[in-house]
């Protein structure tokens, strides 16, 4: 690990020096305001202002307010109706019944009700008070009143489908399930602002090695050129080396095409003014212990979103189950009320709740399937098959989660040796195009020897920041499988007052 580190810093410290000198050339063109990045910063950025931050906000906010709306379905709920007036015109007939009578009269009424469901047995109760008032438009006008002082009503199903049960089973899933997908989605956003991140370095990296080249093959076509006047090299050569310049040219010209549009990419995902200058320091490598396999699936299945999901979707083709065979057979519905109600017309307002009468009511209503022509059974037998797919589904589910997460782990394990290899050959391969170049000065090779030497030294700089790249990338990727911070050793949580507009 020291090796690496020692390695790591070397390169990044002249991947910086680059950078810094880059940023400094192209300010004109890029603009005025700027500052130094570094990639925790950007990885900030992103999860405050980057699209996918709102995003995510938006869903978990979602996934909240649908647990409160479950949560408050339970609790009591109060309620006033009334009508403020109900104006009619009739016609009635007279008590001698030989003669019809226009009248006009106006309503008015008022009820309060008390609520609520009741979990355990997916009943209903209600608390419920009235009162009502007639004026009747004719010779002479009257007005008359009548109430409900209390009514209590219960209506409960019997051998039927209990919604509220398999709510209050389900719903907390959900919504723990939420919060563990929005934790993954913070964590994505770690790994997409790294992707453009490293690409606009990516892209200014590739524009260093493309001006040297080009520096380079403009020096060797002048030493050609006066090889080839003084005729110690043939035509063909001078050729080569001078389309190598030319290929060298075009090379700039699309790296600087590629910072532009790497570099519209970073500021488009972190939402910062194209008129701003960033110059983009490279990090170290993560630092970590080797992680055992075991040990992140395990924290995979009690932190992942997936776990929960798995047993909501059970319990869900379970619950379709229970409806499917409570529909298929004998239920009842209770319906029960006692309360008080006034005696039928009172002219005085003071005397509506005197003497009231009692009020009872029993209903017992029954529902059989008898003849469906086997669609009730039909619907078993396909909820049934149903839960069937589904533990298939999620056995197999299961196996590919704990697969994933531990060839993900040995990937990860093996990135600091791909780090130092990477660090290491950039090394070599510089070092090695340096003494090419001077023996081809000195006339020892050809250009041949020349060109595979530089190739070797190009690819092997664009490797070692792609390995770095990979390195950051694989590490966010392991945070985001598991929920668990290797670094500091503990769960990945989130404070949900940070979310906005959540109350």
């Given at each position: ?10 390169r990044i410290v002249s991947i910086n ?42 869903h978990f906010r979602s996934n909240y ?75 002479p006008e009257t007005t008359s009143y ?358």
């Amino acid at each position: 690990m020291n090796v690496l580190k020692s390695i790591g810093r070397v390169r990044i410290v002249s991947i910086n020096c680059f950078v810094l000198l880059l940023s400094i050339l192209t300010l004109p063109v890029f603009g005025q305001v700027g500052g130094m990045l570094t990639l925790e910063e950007a990885v900030k950025i992103a999860l405050r202002q980057s699209p996918d931050a709102l995003t995510a906000m938006h869903h978990f906010r979602s996934n909240y307010w649908q647990y409160r709306n479950y949560e408050a379905e339970l609790m009591p709920h109060l309620s006033m109706a009334g009508v403020l007036p109900s104006l009619s015109k009739d016609v009635i007939i007279s008590q001698e019944g030989d003669r019809f009578i226009p009248v006009n009269y106006s309503q008015y009424s008022v009820d309060m009700s008390l609520s609520k469901n009741i979990g355990l047995t997916g009943g209903r109760i209600s608390l419920k008070s009235g009162l009502q008032r007639l004026d009747v438009f004719a010779d002479p006008e009257t007005t008359s009143y009548s109430s409900v002082p209390i009514n209590i009503e219960l209506t409960q199903p019997l051998f039927g489908f209990n919604e509220f049960r398999w709510k209050k089973k389900i719903e907390p899933l959900q919504y723990n399930e939420a919060q563990r997908r929005y934790l993954e989605q913070v964590e994505q956003i770690r790994m997409n602002a790294s992707n453009v991140f490293f690409g606009l370095l990516n892209a200014q990296i590739r524009l260093k090695i493309q001006m040297t080249n080009l520096a380079n093959n403009d020096t060797l076509y002048q030493i050609a050129r006066g090889r080839y006047n003084i005729g110690t090299i043939a035509e063909n050569e001078l050729l080569q080396i001078e389309l190598s310049l030319l290929n060298a040219k075009a090379a700039v010209e699309q790296a600087k095409l590629d910072i532009n549009v790497s570099r519209f990419n970073l500021f488009s995902y972190l939402r910062i003014p194209e008129d701003h200058n960033l110059i983009l320091v490279a990090p170290d490598p993560p630092q970590f212990k080797p992680i055992d396999a075991q040990v992140a699936i395990a924290y995979a299945r009690d932190h992942r979103s997936e776990s929960l999901e798995f047993e909501r979707r059970m319990i869900e083709a379970q619950s379709g189950v229970n409806m499917a065979k409570s529909e298929n057979r004998f239920s009842a519905m209770l319906n029960a009320a006692y309360g008080l109600r006034s005696k039928p017309i009172y002219f005085q307002l003071k005397d509506v709740y005197l003497d009231p009468n009692e009020l009872q009511q029993l209903s017992i209503g029954i529902n059989v399937p008898i003849l469906d022509w086997g669609a009730g059974k039909g619907k078993v037998k396909l909820a049934e098959s149903q839960l069937e797919l589904e533990r298939t589904s999620i056995q197999q589910s299961r196996i590919d989660f704990d697969q994933e997460v531990f060839i993900k782990v040995m990937k990860f394990n093996m990135q600091p040796t791909q780090f130092a290899i990477a660090a290491k050959s950039d090394t070599v391969a510089l070092k090695r195009y340096e003494v090419t170049k001077q023996r081809y000065y000195i006339g020892k090779i050809g250009i041949t020897d020349l060109n595979i030497a530089q190739t070797e030294k190009d690819n092997a700089q664009q490797s070692y920041i792609s390995a770095l790249s990979t390195f950051w990338n694989s590490y966010f990727e392991i945070r985001k499988l598991t929920l668990y911070d290797f670094a500091t050793d503990r769960p990945i949580t989130f404070d949900i007052n940070e979310i906005p507009e959540l109350e």
